[in-house]
């Protein structure tokens, strides 16, 4: 069971812009990480671009669960996990989008902690928040997020849409394979990587 991404970034009117992201892709070989760290933020911006402001979504992807919540404010949060993440802590894992120490919420602590007008602009390089990765290492072991159940009550008043395939999130008569091609998170060598695990039929092993 694994947590592979947390990002956090602003829903524009066209794009997504990612502002600061934390990855653990220790479980993939040296050779595919960065390929899967493009794919996963380009899999982030997707879902933030076709999600509806003030909503919380899942997305299905084979072996892969990514978890979105986009606030009014443009500012959004994804989580991407594996399946194997036990399913009585899926809330949980929206919960550290929203929650973390003493209920405090991550995507509040981004917002007081980075000015808004920074947000349409801004990049991982350039956006001074730290706390991404420590979350994300913390959050590794489902048994951590125990202290946050108490909440969950409040969660689950929410709808939480879910979608089982990142195809069910596009518009009628476009394709992913053309989205991949255009997208400028992804390079050359990560867009020859996809083709070649599309025909090979384990799209799975890069998102």
């Given at each position: 069971?694994?947590?592979?991404?947390?990002?956090?970034?602003?829903?524009?009117?066209?794009?997504?812009?990612?502002?600061?992201?934390?990855?653990?892709?220790?479980?993939?070989?040296?050779?595919?990480?960065?390929s899967v760290?493009?794919?996963?933020?380009?899999?982030?911006?997707?879902?933030?671009?076709?999600?509806?402001?003030?909503?919380?979504?899942?997305?299905?992807?084979?072996?892969?669960?990514?978890?979105?919540?986009?606030?009014?404010?443009?500012?959004?949060?994804?989580?991407?996990?594996?399946?194997?993440?036990?399913?009585?802590?899926?809330?949980?894992?929206?919960?550290?989008?929203?929650?973390?120490?003493?209920?405090?919420?991550?995507?509040?602590?981004?917002?007081?902690?980075?000015?808004?007008?920074?947000?349409?602009?801004?990049?991982?390089?350039?956006?001074?928040?730290?706390?991404?990765?420590?979350?994300?290492?913390?959050?590794?072991?489902?048994r951590?997020?125990?202290?946050?159940?108490?909440?969950?009550?409040?969660?689950?008043?929410?709808?939480?849409?879910?979608?089982?395939?990142?195809?069910?999130?596009?518009?009628?008569?476009?394709?992913?394979?053309?989205?991949?091609?255009?997208?400028?998170?992804?390079?050359?060598?990560?867009?020859?990587?996809?083709?070649?695990?599309?025909k090979?039929?384990?799209?799975?092993?890069?998102?």
């Amino acid at each position: 069971m694994k947590l592979y991404s947390l990002s956090v970034l602003y829903k524009g009117s066209t794009k997504a812009n990612l502002l600061k992201a934390a990855f653990d892709l220790s479980s993939f070989s040296f050779f595919q990480r960065s390929s899967v760290q493009e794919f996963m933020t380009f899999t982030s911006a997707l879902i933030v671009e076709r999600s509806s402001f003030g909503t919380r979504a899942s997305v299905k992807e084979q072996e892969y669960l990514c978890h979105v919540y986009v606030r009014n404010d443009n500012l959004g949060g994804v989580v991407i996990a594996d399946s194997e993440y036990p399913s009585r802590f899926t809330g949980c894992v929206f919960l550290m989008l929203l929650y973390v120490c003493s209920q405090v919420k991550v995507l509040e602590e981004f917002s007081r902690q980075v000015n808004s007008i920074d947000w349409p602009s801004g990049s991982p390089a350039t956006i001074q928040y730290t706390a991404l990765d420590s979350y994300l290492a913390k959050y590794q072991n489902p048994r951590e997020a125990d202290a946050m159940t108490k909440v969950q009550a409040e969660l689950d008043e929410t709808k939480i849409i879910l979608h089982n395939t990142m195809e069910s999130l596009l518009d009628r008569g476009e394709k992913l394979d053309d989205l991949v091609q255009k997208s400028e998170h992804l390079g050359n060598q990560s867009k020859a990587f996809y083709k070649t695990a599309r025909k090979q039929n384990s799209c799975c092993k890069v998102m």
